[in-house]
């Protein structure tokens, strides 16, 4: 069974840096895709940024463009979420996912953390 950790979550304030991880473990990972979401309260939850495994693919939303950077650590089968530049408005739980399908459907994953809160102070 596949499971997603993630850690680095917190209380930062506006303009402050936090990195999330997600550790990654159940099985051997190959051409699979990685991402991360948020969900802020009361919305919808938004698809953050992507990483295929092979490294040649990542996607960001506009909204997270220039101020976070998605990476992964195939020897730990982890992926981080570097976020700098925070504002109020990336308050959300962060969760991440793993789709076994690094070129299916952006949006659709297979496996889901538990996700991690992120509170972005004014």
């Known amino acids: 069974q596949v499971q997603l950790v993630e850690s680095g979550g917190g209380l930062v304030q506006a303009g402050g840096s936090l990195r999330l991880s997600c550790a990654a473990s159940?099985?051997?990972?190959?051409?699979?895709?990685m991402a991360w979401f948020r969900q802020p309260p009361g919305k919808e939850r938004e698809l953050v940024a992507a990483?295929?495994?092979?490294?040649?693919?990542?996607y960001y939303a506009a909204s997270v463009k220039g101020r976070f950077t998605i990476s992964r650590d195939s020897t730990k089968n982890t992926v981080y979420l570097q976020m700098s530049g925070l504002k109020p408005e990336d308050t959300a739980v962060y969760r991440c996912?793993?789709?076994?399908?690094?070129?299916?459907?952006?949006?659709?994953?297979?496996?889901w953390g538990q996700g991690t809160q992120v509170t972005v102070s004014s």
């Open positions: 990483i295929r495994w092979t490294g040649d693919f990542i």
């Open positions: 996912a793993l789709s076994l399908l690094g070129s299916g459907p952006l949006y659709d994953y297979d496996y």
């Open positions: 159940g099985r051997t990972f190959s051409r699979y895709r």
